[in-house]
């Protein structure tokens, strides 16, 4: 008689064929990121194809993306690692740590478009992951942009983290301190507190175990509505990806288009959806 599969065996079956996916599009990351370092800032070469779906996919495929975008699309009130409304047809999740300079590539190029363009019209949802893999510096400077949102500030410091790459000891706590400061934290002394607290670690974690159960290897990783995009991509893969999800969204009516439990909500950083 068969046994029916543990959520655990589904979540590892769905990670083990997101990975197989993410390695593939890295290889195309891959070679962009050769092309560009030949070309300057020319991005010409990217792979635009490989990190762009079609708006039509396999009905289990379909059913796989859907399924992944449900388990991590946390769409939850308050979220101050959130931008963008609670109901947005459209939730991009990505997966970063701060020291990536790719990551920091993505923030000041690419997101303020993607917010501009479809965040404020109520299509796309950004989610924020602490995803660090460069050790000790870059867990702390996670810490702190977790702390910093504890006083609806997580979008300042983030921005200000990525303003420029930084890495090592431009992480160390006196200097997120005075981060934390410039960007408009209020309680300095709960900021350190918050910072060091068993609940910073614990958020963490829960981000680092949800990219591990997915398969995330490196950063910047994003899934758009469960579909994974991998690297820093130009602008238009990201809003096509968007545009795609958003049409798909659309055809299957407004409860699947507003999530599972939707509500309206203001769009600005660090509000609180």
């Known amino acids: 008689m068969p046994v029916s599969a543990s959520p655990t065996r589904k979540l590892a079956a769905i990670g083990a064929v997101i990975a197989l996916v993410v390695a593939v599009i890295a290889i195309g990351v891959a070679i962009g990121k050769s092309v560009e370092g030949d070309r300057g800032t020319d991005r010409s070469g990217a792979p635009e194809a490989a990190a762009s779906a079609e708006p039509e996919e396999d009905p289990a495929q379909q059913k796989m993306f859907d399924d992944l975008a449900e388990r991590t699309s946390r769409r939850q009130d308050g979220d101050p690692l959130a931008v963008g409304k609670k109901d947005a047809p459209v939730v991009l999740v990505e997966y970063a740590d701060y020291q990536c300079s790719f990551c920091g590539r ?66 160390a706590e006196d200097k997120l301190v005075e981060l934390a400061r410039t960007s408009g934290v209020a309680d300095i002394e709960k ?16 981000d680092q175990d949800e990219g591990y159960q997915l398969g995330v290897q490196s950063t910047p990783s994003f ?39 939707a509500k ?7 509000a609180g959806q």
């Open 106 to 171: 993505f923030t000041r190029e690419t997101q303020p478009g993607l917010i501009k363009k479809f965040v404020d019209a109520g299509t796309l949802r950004i989610e924020f992951r602490n995803f660090t893999v460069f050790g000790a510096d870059s867990e702390r400077a996670a810490r702190a942009s977790w702390a910093a949102g504890q006083q609806g500030k997580f979008w300042q410091l983030h921005d200000a983290l990525y303003a420029k790459t930084r890495k090592g000891a431009a992480l």
């Open 223 to 261: 899934l758009i509505n469960g579909r994974p995009v991998a690297g820093a991509q130009p602008a238009e893969v990201f809003a096509q990806g968007i545009k795609d999800a958003a049409a798909r969204a659309a055809k299957k009516g407004p409860e699947a288009e507003n999530g599972p439990t």
């Open 264 to 270: 309206n909500g203001p769009t600005a950083k660090g």
């Open 191 to 206: 900021f350190r507190a918050d910072m060091k607290s068993a609940d910073a670690e614990r958020a963490l974690k829960k």
